[in-house]
């Protein structure tokens, strides 16, 4: 029964992930029981070093493993897109084509959940703007995101800085029919001449 509450513990463990259930917690703590002892080690050795080693960013407060992130220090300041989580700068970089500098607000406003304005990095976002030209809201279109750009927007545009927010619409590739009323007013409001 020992066995048992090892396996049960660590499953737990796996569970507390984000987007990680109950069964896929299982699957994963049976998969450590089939590792070789040195594939253990190595994912420990990962967790540990992930824990000591990883820190914000002192500008943008995105993941790093320095003071200041390669973005920060390479890139101009003049355009700061902001996003809510580290993920989303991973997935705008993708693009290649933005040469800016981001700012991670490490959530949205969501009062349902207890996160207002105090819980977010909105008063570092506001201190570097000096020198700014323009600053991107580049939240989700969700209502928390939709929310959080608008709150911001408000409080930057007295400031003199050009605010803009990420077109929305339809995604390459997706049939009209499918796509629901607000994406689609979205999508003709966004739209560019050709």
């Not at 090892?6 to 463990?13: A, Q, V």
């Amino acid at each position: 029964m020992k066995q048992l509450d090892c396996i049960l513990r660590l499953s737990n463990k796996f569970s507390r992930l984000p987007g990680v259930g109950a069964k896929t917690a299982q699957r994963y703590a049976y998969s450590v029981i089939d590792m070789t002892d040195e594939e253990v080690e190595d994912f420990c050795a990962a967790l540990r070093d992930v824990k000591s080693q990883v820190k914000y960013c002192g500008k943008c407060g995105n993941f790093t493993d320095k003071d200041v992130c390669d973005i920060c220090s390479r890139r101009d300041g003049g355009i700061i897109c902001v996003v809510a989580y580290p993920k989303d700068v991973l997935a705008l970089e993708r693009v290649a084509g933005y040469r800016g500098v981001y700012h991670v607000l490490h959530g949205t406003l969501s009062p349902l959940e207890g996160r207002g304005p105090d819980s977010l990095r909105i008063k570092e976002l506001l201190a570097r703007l000096d020198g700014a030209e323009e600053v991107i809201l580049a939240t989700n279109t969700d209502v928390e995101g939709e929310a959080t750009a608008m709150y911001l927007a408000r409080l930057i545009k007295p400031m003199g800085v050009k605010v803009s927010r990420i077109a929305q619409g339809i995604s390459m590739g997706s049939e009209l029919e499918y796509a629901d009323e607000v994406t689609l007013t979205k999508a003709l409001d966004a739209r560019t001449v050709l």
